[in-house]
């Protein structure tokens, strides 16, 4: 090792350039080898990333008819998430892939597509997961983050909607990692970001679902490494979270933010926060956390 | 270079990552794929190969096993092996995408068996004062700074000392390589 070391600093001594043109050539293969994320307005890049890595994944994943998750091999899995994106796409008025949308619920319409996709390869679901995925990003170009829209009857603006797609994909990624014996790099700092912001400000709306009785309070949450921040999260519905500027809080928490966005996303059961001030509150929130996961 | 970050990048796709890389590895790759294949046209083949291969794969890379940079390269060793081993066919093209690609093996390496005897010798050609630093920062493990206590001379010493002895070992290596 200690001479590989030696051999290639001292090929960077005498570097020899390719001949020219080579950048361009290899971009073009590599676009042909996988495709790269789709191009698409800055607050949807997350979900383009997320699909390009579950892309990635599947290149490299081989045991194909392995349950993953629900019972699901790699094929329904990709089928249930282009599912969920073409009930999305639908809504934003996309172009929908597959059938027709018999009814906007999300478990109807996998089954739908899942049935569909029996008699299809697996390289073709994947295709027709990839096109269905990019056909969403480009369409959000010309679409208002901030219109409420309801796909599968989740109220919730379009910018937090392609959010939900991209913390989705990401998980389900991660299980068809873990599945494979592969290990998956985190989602790039500001992508990151942007889901654990999604997480942070879904708080209030999970504990709502669980049924929990809040009253006028606030928190603080803390989310610490790449694509952290602290935001002051009113637990009030129609309260959006904001950046965390001080303000008297019931209960701080503090959490790794990709173990926050996982246990969100209903991954991590065993995983606790680190509380101070209303712990009883602390461990209701806790609790009612992956409320809004599914499969 | 943050390994991890690009990998991150190009794992979510990012082309400009990839663009990145070539920029920053490709006279590295080439050059090394050169030495082995003695062949242009065929080392040129081997440094797309790699980067489309890393593109394509991105998961076969762990970056808390090893530097991207000893990756890719190690990647670019065995291509150019294998070119050579199947010189007799002729055909570069045969040598074609691999289906799956091996982790790179810690035991493997990038360097050719006659490189490693080519390397050892520059080394011990070297003016004493310049192999020991060599020596101490590559076969010892060394840092900088270790190396600069080690032999009583300030840090900065010890780094140009270190830069001239890699210059005069790259000049060695390079008469009569290509």
């Known amino acids: 090792m200690s001479l590989d070391r030696l051999y290639l600093d001292l090929l960077d001594e005498a570097p020899i350039a390719p001949p020219s043109g080579g950048r361009a050539h290899l971009l073009t293969t590599a676009a042909g080898r996988r495709r790269p994320a789709a191009s698409c307005v800055s607050w949807a890049r997350p979900y383009a ?3 390009a890595a579950l892309d990635a994944v599947f290149a490299s994943a081989t045991a194909w008819d392995v349950p993953i998750v629900e019972g699901w091999n790699l094929q329904e899995l990709l089928t249930h998430l282009m599912a969920k994106d073409g009930l999305l796409a639908a809504a934003v008025g996309a172009p929908v892939h597959g059938p027709p949308i018999a009814e906007d619920e999300a478990m109807a319409r996998t089954r739908d597509l899942q049935h569909h996709e029996r008699s299809r390869s697996l390289l073709e679901t994947r295709q027709s997961w990839r096109d269905q995925a990019d056909t969403l990003c480009h ?14 009857g989740l109220p919730l603006p379009i910018g937090d909607q392609i959010l939900g797609r991209a913390l989705e994909t990401w998980i389900h990624t991660h299980d068809t990692a873990v599945s494979e014996g592969l290990t998956l790099p985190h989602p790039v700092p500001d992508e990151l970001h942007a889901m654990a912001d999604l997480c942070a400000r879904l708080l209030p709306l999970t504990a709502m679902l669980s049924g929990l009785h809040l009253g006028d309070r606030a928190i603080r949450l803390t989310l610490t490494g790449d694509g952290g921040g602290d935001w002051h999260i009113p637990l009030t519905l129609g309260h959006p979270g904001s950046v965390y500027e001080g303000q008297e809080v019931a209960l701080s928490i503090r959490a790794d933010a990709v173990e926050f966005c996982f246990v969100l996303g209903g991954r991590g059961a065993d995983r606790t926060w680190e509380a101070e001030g209303d712990l009883a509150l602390a461990a209701d929130l806790r609790a009612a956390a992956p409320a809004l996961s599914g499969p | 270079m943050d390994d991890h970050l690009f990998h991150r990048r190009i794992v979510s796709g990012d082309e400009l990552a990839l663009g990145e890389l070539y920029d920053h590895f490709s006279a590295l790759l080439y050059g090394l794929a050169l030495r082995v294949t003695r062949d242009r ?3 040129e083949d081997i440094t797309q190969e790699v980067f489309a291969t890393f593109w394509e794969r991105p998961l076969g890379f762990d970056p808390g096993r090893g530097s991207l940079r000893t990756w890719l390269a190690t990647i670019a060793h065995r291509r150019a092996v294998d070119h050579v081993r199947s010189e007799e066919r002729r055909r570069v093209g045969a040598l074609g995408p691999r289906l799956f690609e091996r982790p790179a093996d810690l035991e493997e390496g990038v360097v050719a068996a006659d490189e ?4 050892r010798e520059a080394v011990r050609g070297l003016p004493d004062g310049l192999r020991q630093v060599i020596e101490l920062a590559y076969y010892g493990g060394r840092t900088y700074r270790e190396v ?14 270190l830069r001239l002895a890699l210059r005069r070992l790259a000049e060695t290596l390079n008469e009569g390589a290509l």
Not at chain 1, 139 to 152: Q, V
Not at chain 2, 148 to 161: F, L
């Open chain 2, 116 to 119: 490693i005897v080519r390397v």
């Open chain 2, 148 to 161: 600069a206590v080690e032999i009583g001379v300030p840090e900065g010493t010890a780094k140009s000392r």
């Open chain 1, 139 to 152: 369409a959000l170009s010309t679409a208002d983050p901030t219109r409420m829209i309801s796909p599968g």
């Open chain 1, 49 to 51: 990333g997320r699909i």
């Open chain 2, 41 to 43: 046209a065929a080392a």
